[in-house]
């Protein structure tokens, strides 16, 4: 049979990492036992209250139907807006103002979907998360991508921005603290990309995932004053919660934003598992204590990921805040392939390489913190043998 793809997905490659993932289990059947230091998927558990919750509710008979709301349970959202309150001082309406999400990357999709159709364009950075533009190139917009650069904290050009012929412009993604170069969110920032968004009526779309990783002033896009205007702002309990797995995120905005994009979204699921959304809950309502204990451990692993970066002769910010270390790769390489290659080849160690951010990433590499202290110790000592 010769069955094409639909042409929606000829120019949509497999994602890098499940590539990346397959080579290393070949890998490892091979002996290689390779140490993975590429994704940032939290190693460490939830806090036990939380699996608690999930454990006693998923035992009662009446929690394994189809959920009752697509908006997700009020308790959930509830929890959700206290906890914007609480940590960005933003003010949400529970009831019209929050969405639960399987996951913030769907909501990537969704808002994609909701709003894109062929001719429009979106502005994606450069480097920047790929699902943005995977999901523009699915929707049939569009990519048109930004540069951001060291010497300017990784922080859009404006002036550069406004030269461009924004006409069809319809959207913006932008994420703060920025992955994968760590950049710290700044007020002055958000109020330039709200302004922005107003004078050329485009939808700026915030992916907030970062704020509580190694980052003493988490912020939201919707405290500048009149955000809920032209923002949405996306996040997620995966990084902040080490609940990446059970998938959940959130997606806050003016309530006609959530009606215009559960018209999408009630098609595609049908809501989140009821126990899970509980547990989320429960997540949501830990004191501050859990994010200090959780930053404590990651400090101490950071200081082992420089030692990495040091044997390699990259060169790192120590100002940049979240799950990953982000650095420069020396001259004599030809690009972050190169290194990254030869890292995984010679020590059996994987590293990220900058490049599958963007063109911009290309001389650097990132590597993740979800990884113990005896993992990174064993990763210095084979990158250590490897190069002497």
């Known amino acids: 049979m010769n069955i094409e793809v639909a042409d929606r997905l000829k120019h949509t490659e497999e994602y890098y990492f499940s590539k990346k993932l397959r080579e290393i289990d070949q890998l490892n059947k091979n002996g290689a036992q390779v140490i993975n230091l590429g994704i940032g998927s939290p190693d460490l558990p939830p806090h036990p209250e939380v699996i608690r919750v999930l454990n006693n509710e998923s035992q009662k008979a009446n929690t394994h139907g189809y959920p009752q709301n697509y908006r997700g349970i009020p308790i959930l959202r509830q929890s959700m807006a206290d906890w914007y309150f609480r940590y960005y001082n933003v003010d949400l309406d529970p009831q019209s103002e929050i969405l639960p999400l399987i996951g913030s990357k769907e909501g990537i999709v969704h808002i994609c979907m909701t709003y894109l159709q062929q001719g429009d364009q979106v502005l994606i950075p450069?480097?920047?998360?790929?699902?943005?533009?995977?999901?523009?190139?699915?929707?049939?917009?569009?990519?048109?991508?930004?540069s951001l650069q060291a010497d300017r904290n990784w922080q859009p050009d404006f002036e550069q921005l406004e030269k461009l012929d924004l006409t069809k412009v319809k959207m913006m993604w932008v994420n703060y603290p920025?992955?994968?170069?760590?950049?710290?969110?700044?007020t002055t920032l958000f109020e330039k990309?709200?302004?922005?968004?107003?004078?050329?009526?485009?939808?700026?779309?915030?992916?907030?995932?970062?704020?509580?990783?190694?980052?003493?002033?988490?912020?939201s896009i919707l405290a500048v004053q009149g955000a809920k205007e032209v923002a949405i702002e996306l996040n997620s309990l995966s990084k902040s919660s080490n609940m990446a797995g059970w998938r959940i995120g959130m997606l806050v905005a003016a309530k006609e934003r959530i009606d215009e994009i559960l018209r999408f979204k009630s098609n595609m699921d049908s809501g989140m598992f009821l126990p899970l959304q509980l547990a989320a809950a429960k997540a949501l309502q830990l004191d501050q204590s859990w994010y200090t204990e959780l930053n404590s451990v990651y400090a101490n692993r950071r200081t082992f990921v420089y030692k990495l970066m040091d044997l390699l002769g990259c060169a790192y910010d120590e100002k940049q805040v979240g799950l990953f270390v982000w650095a420069k790769i020396p001259d004599?390489?030809?690009?972050?392939?190169?290194?990254?290659?030869?890292?995984?080849?010679?020590a059996h160690v994987f590293v990220t390489p900058g490049g599958i951010f963007g063109s911009m990433?290309?001389?650097?590499?990132?590597?993740?913190?979800?990884?113990?202290?005896?993992?990174?110790?064993?990763?210095?000592?084979?990158?250590?043998?490897?190069k002497s």
């Open 178 to 186: 920025h992955m994968p170069t760590g950049a710290r969110a700044t």
């Open 361 to 386: 990433g290309e001389q650097y590499i990132r590597i993740s913190l979800c990884a113990n202290e005896e993992v990174l110790t064993q990763a210095l000592a084979r990158i250590s043998t490897a």
């Open 193 to 219: 990309l709200i302004a922005f968004g107003k004078k050329h009526n485009i939808l700026i779309c915030h992916d907030n995932p970062y704020s509580f990783i190694l980052n003493d002033h988490p912020q």
């Open 126 to 146: 450069n480097p920047g998360y790929p699902a943005y533009s995977s999901a523009v190139r699915l929707s049939g917009a569009t990519a048109i991508s930004y």
């Open 332 to 346: 004599n390489y030809k690009n972050s392939y190169d290194l990254c290659d030869e890292v995984l080849e010679n």
